[in-house]
């Protein structure tokens, strides 16, 4: 029997090196051209909010306003500025596979940064939550990762990124540690054995999307950085999700406002 039939079909008849065939470029032609939206470029960073507590702060703050030229099937995109910078973001985009098939239709429209917060569960306590979590590597145990990169435990940030961002977090008003967190595909079913294994390789938190934005960040040569903004224990204990005042929106503002000054800075 051939080897391909002995492996599972996530990792049958993979070529990585190939182009692929369905291209988010002309999915947005399609899409512009049935909606009759305009092809204008997004603003240069943009953010993935999959909790949406920053988009629901920016509609109701009236800070943020729909852009018309998005022309993704699935998702409303929003601009805002916030300390003279402008941003791109959407909102509730959950999971690995959904969040790599917006990051595609986000550089292909003109994005040049992409920043995810995620909102995750402790594994390693660093502190009480909440705080954030710098990704420098996520475990890969989720599907999309695998579409993008050969087979390995970990994906992680590019080189040149940390690089910027190791000593840019100082000043923050919630603490911005840097480690490993884990990617699943099914926080439902994360168990005590799982979550036992994950301890003891030190990783600090579970989240959804880090490894396949990594993975596609590598292999796309697309600037990615994740957050994990660390809420709760697992629903442990009483009132776990707290994330602070504006459901920890202000803070992550802060968060992508730093980051983006110091990508921007290390541009000139």
């Known amino acids: 029997m051939p080897d391909i039939l002995n492996q599972p079909p996530i990792l049958r008849s993979k070529a990585y090196d190939h182009d692929s065939e369905f291209k988010p470029e002309n999915m947005l032609r399609e899409a512009r051209q049935q909606k009759s939206i305009a092809d204008i470029k997004l603003p240069s960073i943009c953010i993935l909010d999959p909790d949406g507590d920053i988009v629901r702060n920016l509609i109701s703050s009236g800070r943020g306003h729909l852009n018309a030229s998005w022309a993704c099937y699935h998702t409303q995109l929003y601009n805002f500025e916030h300390e003279e910078i402008s941003f791109g ?25 992409l ?93 959804m999307e880090a490894a396949a934005l990594y993975a596609f960040s590598e292999a796309r040569k697309k600037p990615v950085i994740c957050f994990a903004f660390v809420t709760n224990q697992m629903g442990k204990s009483e009132n776990d999700f707290e994330k602070g005042e504006a459901d920890g929106s202000q803070v992550a503002f802060e968060l992508i406002s730093t980051t983006a000054q110091s990508w921007l800075s290390s541009r000139i």
Request: aromatic letters at 10%; hydrophobic letters at 40%.
């Open 115 to 207: 920043i995810s917060i995620t909102s995750s569960g402790q594994i390693v306590p660093k502190q009480n939550p909440p705080y954030f979590i710098l990704i420098e590597r996520a475990l890969r145990d989720e599907g999309t990762s695998y579409h993008y990169l050969p087979p390995s435990n970990y994906s992680s940030i590019s080189s040149d990124l940390l690089k910027i961002l190791k000593s840019t977090f100082s000043n923050m008003s919630l603490p911005v540690y840097a480690g490993s967190t884990w990617t699943t595909d099914a926080p439902f079913r994360e168990t005590e054995l799982a979550i036992a294994a994950a301890r003891a390789e030190g990783i600090l938190a579970v989240e």
């Open 89 to 113: 973001v959407v909102g509730c985009v959950v999971g690995s596979s959904f969040a790599v098939l917006v990051a595609e239709e986000l550089f292909a429209s003109g994005c040049e940064l």
